[in-house]
């Protein structure tokens, strides 16, 4: 791996800025001269400048700004300099707008009269779909959920539940007419409580996931579910918002629910740890705060006396937000409740011959090559250029801070590369590397800023969200890679396509601008 990254010794970032000059040989042989349409004075519009004579000459592109990330495995972000020249001093314009209120059923009342529900059966599909993710009316979500389900009625008309039958492994199924309709109605906001929990929130309904945690202070309720046979081979976990704390948006999030949420992982993971190390660990009852710090400190001196544990490495993630196209394109994992997935990954396979996957590695790689090549902590000067940021485009009469939020502890900020439009990252500010090393006040600092990153997301109108964890090996002995967190948002015009895949970001501001939005978004936290 080469060491391609934007920060320099002794603590600086750099970027290149394209200045486009060029020819192109015409090769065409033919043309197709058309009209378009006219003019505001009823001239023919015609497409003569698409069917050039001669060579065609660039004396001056718009410059591109290129940034190669901080960490080389992540890519390049490229800025185009008219794009962002729009927002720059004007944080007020990177938001995105409300969606829209949108109601079949008044639509439907106000053209069929008494027969909008009859008149709902026969939407086309694809219209059907796009009203099952984006209606905001519980009216037209009835309507589509009878479509879609059976219920069962008590008989004061109140839900019990849906219709169970065995599938051909004689395991007990929901019955389910469209399952498609089904898993976008229920991620739809919209839907009323009492569907939400009868048809996937209450325990059991979406299949037979043990409940091996839960966490309740006040009105906050969350359960650790166990996935036994999921893509993680030794079983993961999810943190889920329980049936009776619906949390669809993160604007309803409080900070118990994120200490929660975060509690769930940080006690599955020292307990996992410590049961390998043959520390006692109760059973039937959730560790207090105190307790987990404990437990944390007792692995730490393991460690410290080389032990070596067989899963060394953590995995964290968050898929915030659901989306459905008309065309069956799923945008984002569903959610079901705000959830939380970790699991841990071991350090060497079973023949001993490789090692397993973990992001981190990555990181850790990087930082192992930095010190290499420089003497010096990456992180050490990810940090001072972090602080020493100047802006992109030179202007010194604009604000250049990166920094969003800071305590003793952790950073908010704004990498100078993004690999998504709007990423945010945080990242410890003492070479905590992983949630082992993390003292309490680290990992409450943590919390603290994951929340505020989600909610300065929900004011700026950010409605999927990706977050995952680069996170040092447990037994590393390394002191210089610190705990760093990644969150992604998906944007409408910005999914990816071919060059995300090339790992290419394209940005439409630049960073001090969008961390200046940040910041203004925080204010109403």
């Given amino acids: 791996m080469q060491a391609r990254t934007c920060v320099i010794p002794p603590g600086r970032f750099s970027h290149i800025v394209h200045r486009p000059v060029f020819s192109v040989t015409n090769l065409r042989e033919k043309e197709n001269i058309t009209v378009l349409g006219r003019d505001d004075d009823r001239r023919e519009v015609l497409n003569l400048r698409n069917f050039p004579n001669d060579d065609v000459i660039e004396p001056a592109g718009v410059p591109i700004f290129e940034i190669a990330n901080p960490f080389p495995f992540r890519g390049a972000t490229f800025i185009k300099k008219d794009w962002a020249d729009k927002h720059a001093g004007k944080p007020e314009t990177i938001r995105l707008p409300p969606p829209p209120s949108c109601s079949m059923t008044a639509f439907l009342e106000k053209w069929c009269r008494d027969n909008a529900e009859s008149a709902a059966r026969d939407l086309p599909r694809p219209v059907l779909l796009a009203l099952a993710s984006s209606s905001t009316d519980p009216n037209d979500l009835v309507i589509l959920t009878a479509m879609a389900v059976d219920l069962i009625r008590d008989r004061n008309g109140a ?82 918002m329980a049936d009776d704390a619906g949390r669809y948006s993160t604007a309803d ?26 520390i006692t660990v109760p059973r039937r009852r959730e560790l207090s705060p105190d307790a987990i710090e404990n437990l944390r400190q007792e692995i730490t001196d393991r460690l410290r006396q080389g032990w070596r544990p067989r899963f060394n490495a953590t995995l964290w993630g968050w898929n915030y937000g659901f989306d459905f196209t008309a065309g069956g394109y799923r945008l984002h994992a ?47 000067d990810y940090l001072g250029a972090i602080r020493a940021n100047r802006r992109l485009d030179g202007r010194e009469d604009l604000d250049s801070s990166l920094v969003v939020h800071a305590d003793d502890r952790v950073i908010l900020f704004v990498p100078k590369a993004q690999t998504s439009q709007w990423e945010l990252q945080i990242t410890c500010l003492a070479p905590v590397g992983n949630v082992v090393e993390a003292d309490k006040t680290t990992r ?66 630049y960073p001090e601008d969008f961390a200046a939005a940040c910041r203004l978004a925080a204010r109403d936290i």
């Fill in 334 to 380: 569903s959610h079901q409740q705000i959830h939380h997935q970790f699991a841990m990954v071991p350090g060497k396979s079973d023949d001993n011959q490789t090692v397993p996957y973990s992001c981190g590695d990555l990181v850790a790689d990087f930082c192992r090559l930095y010190r290499a090549r420089h003497q010096r902590s990456f992180f050490a």
């Fill in 444 to 509: 409450d600092a943590l919390d603290r800023a994951l929340l505020m990153a989600q909610k300065i997301y929900h004011g700026l109108g950010a409605k999927m969200v990706t977050s995952i964890e680069f996170s040092k090996r447990i037994d590393d002995a390394a002191d210089d890679q610190h705990l760093l967190y990644s969150l992604l948002p998906k944007l409408p015009e910005s999914m990816g396509a071919f060059s995300e895949a090339e790992l290419r970001f394209i940005n439409g501001n």
């Fill in 253 to 278: 999030l409080s900070g118990d629910d994120i200490h929660g949420l975060r509690h769930l992982y940080y006690q599955r993971t020292f307990v996992r740890l410590a049961r390998d190390a043959e």
């Fill in 159 to 240: 839900i019990t539940g849906v219709p169970f039958s065995h599938d051909q492994d004689g395991h007990l199924r929901p019955q389910i007419r469209d399952h498609e309709l089904h898993e976008v109605l229920v991620n739809n906001p919209a839907l009323p409580e009492e569907l939400k929990v009868k048809l996937v929130l209450v325990p059991g309904i979406q299949g037979t996931s043990e409940i091996i945690g839960d966490f309740a202070r006040g009105d906050s309720h969350v359960y650790e579910y166990l996935r036994r046979n999921s893509y993680i081979p030794w079983g993961h976990f999810a943190a889920n």
